[in-house]
C-alpha cells in the first residue's frame, strides 16, 4: 500500500498541467498496488476539481472512491491527536496542518511510502518519497 497525496491525484487528472505526462504510469502502478488516503486528502482532489461541470466532477470523484483498492482512512479524535502532535514535532520541516494528518495516517497504517510531489515530505526521516517529475 502507498499514500497518494492530492497533488498527484490532480495532475492525473488534469491533462492541462505539465506533470499530467510524468505521473500517468506512476498512478495506475499505484492503483495496482493499493492505495491509502484520508478524507481531508480526497476533499482536496474534490476542492481542485470543484469548478467542473457537476456531472463531470461527479464522475470523477466515483472514479476514486470506487477503486477497490483504494483504503479511506476516516478523520477520528485519535488520528486527530496523532496529527497534532506530528504537526508540531515537525512544524519547522515545512508540514502543515492537512501533512501533519497524512503524516498520522501513515504511522497509524505502518506506511513508509508516498507518492507526492511536495518536497517538505522529504525532511522526514522515516518517509519515502517517490516523485516521478523532474
Do not use: Q
Amino acid at each position: 500500500m502507498i499514500y497518494v497525496d492530492a497533488n498527484y491525484w490532480i495532475y492525473w487528472f488534469d491533462e492541462r498541467l505539465p506533470e499530467h505526462k510524468y505521473v500517468i504510469d506512476v498512478m495506475r502502478s499505484a492503483i495496482e498496488e493499493g492505495i491509502v488516503m484520508n478524507v481531508i486528502t480526497v476533499l482536496e482532489v474534490a476542492h481542485y476539481l470543484r469548478f467542473l461541470p457537476k456531472a463531470e466532477f461527479e464522475k470523477r470523484m466515483r472514479l476514486i472512491r470506487g477503486l477497490t483498492t483504494l483504503e479511506i482512512i476516516p478523520l477520528d479524535v485519535a488520528l486527530l491527536d496523532k496529527a497534532l502532535e506530528l504537526l508540531s514535532e515537525y512544524a519547522r520541516l515545512g508540514i502543515g496542518a492537512r501533512d501533519s494528518v497524512i503524516l498520522a495516517t501513515m504511522r497509524e497504517l505502518g506506511l513508509t511510502r508516498i507518492l507526492t510531489h511536495d518536497k517538505s515530505f522529504r525532511r522526514i526521516g522515516w518517509i519515502e518519497v517517490i516523485d516521478v517529475i523532474p
